[in-house]
């Protein structure tokens, strides 16, 4: 599961998350470690595009917080993605701590009482870079943010086939030698480890 911040003016008017730029950024991210909209459910904190496409009031993220831990009980995943700085606000409340200093690390949340790993609600979750932050900084160097995302999202399909028993350790193209497998074709746009 993917939770971003709030729909854009695109995704507003499509009733859809992630239609535009960074949608398609987070596909091809996505496609990369061969994961895709049927494979993975994807939302926001907000559901409504606040005026001006400010960030989201804690008011407004309060009030359409209960319809992301609905969704969060019936799809039922074992990992969530949180896109940037407002979904990490919504979802780690007690971490305070900014999205650069803690994003690509995992953490063990309980939501609701059933599901999840343990059958009680506890879900993995990872920070990672908003696709639309990505987008504004274009750099490909290595320890860059889109080197950082590469890397998370590498870990992230590791972990899944860790907790699912797809895939295996074999290396693939785009993984440079290092280990762990679940690389995937590196996307486009995105730094090579010499870089």
Known sequence: MVVGEAPGETEDIEGKPFVGRAGKLLDDILAAVGLDESSVYITNVVLRRP?????????????????????????????????????????????????????????ERQFGGEGGLDGEGLRLVMPVFHPSYLLRNPSRKVDGPKWLTWQ???????????????????????????????????PAGAPKADA
């Open 51 to 107: 005026p001006k496409n400010r960030t989201p009031l804690a008011q407004e993220v309060a009030w359409f917080l209960p319809y992301l831990m609905e969704n969060i009980r019936l799809v039922d995943p074992h990992i969530i993605l949180l896109a940037g700085a407002c979904a990490c606000k919504a979802v780690l409340t007690d971490e305070k701590q900014g999205i650069t200093k803690i994003r690509g690390q995992w953490f």
């Open 152 to 186: 998370d999202i590498k870990e992230v399909r590791r972990r899944y086939n860790e907790l699912t028993g797809e895939g295996g350790d074999e290396k693939e193209e785009g993984d440079e030698g290092e280990e762990g497998g679940g690389g995937g074709k590196m």
